[in-house]
């Protein structure tokens, strides 16, 4: 597991800080393992748990490349939003 410190919320008063809404790109091995996941494949919590930390080690590198202001996870561990809710909210069906 990757161990992440805390880091202080920034400020400007010279200019608007920017980020972003939404999920990011994933990677294509991190989507498989999501599907497989969905269709109820046993995939090992520590491969998918390592394939989670490496994709968020990479966009987080990512955004603060490119010189976002804040920074997030952009929702790796998500199979995505519509997979999201039907994980954590009763009564909808896709």
């Known amino acids: 597991m990757t161990v992440r410190k805390a880091v202080a919320v920034k400020h400007s008063s ?6 972003h809404t939404g999920s990011l ?3 294509d091995a ?3 393992l999501h599907m497989e996941r969905a269709r109820g494949v046993s995939v ?4 998918y748990e390592k394939a989670v930390a490496d994709a968020v080690d990479d966009i987080v590198r990512k955004q603060i490349e ?4 804040i920074i997030d ?11 999201y ?3 954590r ?6």
Do not use: C, H
């Open 44 to 47: 090992p919590d520590a491969v």
């Open 66 to 69: 490119v010189g976002v202001d």
């Open 14 to 19: 010279e200019r608007i800080l920017t980020t």
């Open 89 to 94: 909210l009763a009564g909808f069906e896709p």
């Open 30 to 32: 991190l989507v498989q």
């Open 73 to 83: 996870d952009g929702e790796q561990s998500k199979a995505g939003f519509v997979a």
């Open 85 to 87: 809710s039907n994980e």
């Open 25 to 27: 790109p994933r990677p």
